[in-house]
């Protein structure tokens, strides 16, 4: 699976992996959902951080992106708007 955070590159994650970025995302979803700046900025940290524990791709390849993550820096207000009843990572 190759994960993709705007504005820094692109990393490969283990499909086996996948059950485990859900479960991050989950909890980032749970946050935005009850509006926890603090719940928010350490669980988007936490999924921002376990995606950067994948493989880096160079930034001279260009993969499709099974998933596309917002910029580190994106508020509580923009991740209301982005996030669905799936969170970000649809499965």
């Known amino acids: 699976m190759i994960v993709r955070i705007m504005s820094e ?13 859900n479960k991050v995302d ?8 009850a509006g926890d700046e603090e719940a928010f900025r350490t669980s988007f940290a936490a999924l921002l951080d376990f995606v ?7 930034d001279d390849e260009l993969h499709d992106s099974d998933v596309i993550l917002p910029p580190s820096d994106s508020s509580l207000a923009e991740m209301r708007e982005l996030i669905s009843g799936d969170g970000l990572i649809a499965g």
């Open 9 to 21: 590159g692109q990393w490969r994650l283990a499909d086996e992996k996948l059950d485990e970025l």
């Open 52 to 58: 950067r524990s994948g493989d880096k791709l160079p």
């Open 26 to 33: 989950s909890e980032l979803e749970a946050a935005v959902s």
